[in-house]
C-alpha cells in the first residue's frame, strides 16, 4: 500500500491544522493506521493510532485532548485534526499503516508498521 500525507503548514501557538493520509494500492479495512512525528534530533516517536474499523483510538499522552484521529473507509483516508498546537508540536508527520487481524487493534509501535507516508511537516511558531 501507498500513502501520501498532506496538510502540513505553519501555524501560531493555539492554532489548528488537519493532516490527511490517503492510501492507495491496498485494501484499506485491512490496516490499523498510525501517525509518528520526528522533531529535529530526535527520535520518531508515536502521536496516535485508529483500528482498521475505526473503533478505537490510541493517542501520545501530551495530544490528549488536543488531536483527534478519524478515518473514512471510503475514500481510504485518514484524518488527523489538531487543536490547541504548541511549538513543541514542530515536528515532520508521517503516516503509517499495518495489517490488523482485530478489528479494535491499535499499535503505538513504530516497530511493527510496515507500510510509511513520506512525511509531512508542521511548524507552531510560539
Known amino acids: 500500500v501507498q500513502l501520501q500525507a498532506s496538510g502540513g503548514g505553519s501555524v501560531q501557538a493555539g492554532g489548528s491544522l488537519r493532516l490527511s493520509c490517503v492510501a492507495s494500492g491496498g485494501t484499506f479495512t485491512r490496516y490499523h493506521m498510525g501517525w509518528f512525528r520526528q522533531a529535529p534530533g530526535k527520535e520518531r516517536e508515536f502521536v496516535a493510532a485508529i483500528s482498521r474499523n475505526g473503533g478505537s483510538t490510541e493517542y501520545e499522552d501530551s495530544v490528549k485532548g488536543r488531536f483527534t484521529l478519524s478515518r473514512d473507509n471510503g475514500k481510504n483516508t485518514v484524518y488527523l485534526q489538531m487543536n490547541s498546537l504548541k511549538s513543541e508540536d514542530t515536528a515532520v508527520y508521517y503516516c503509517?499503516?499495518?495489517?490488523?487481524?482485530?478489528?479494535?487493534?491499535?499499535?503505538?509501535?513504530?516497530?511493527?508498521?510496515?507500510?510509511w507516508g513520506q512525511g509531512t511537516l508542521v511548524t507552531v511558531s510560539s
Open positions: 503509517a499503516a499495518d495489517y490488523s487481524g482485530p478489528a479494535f487493534y491499535t499499535g503505538s509501535s513504530r516497530l511493527e508498521y510496515e507500510f
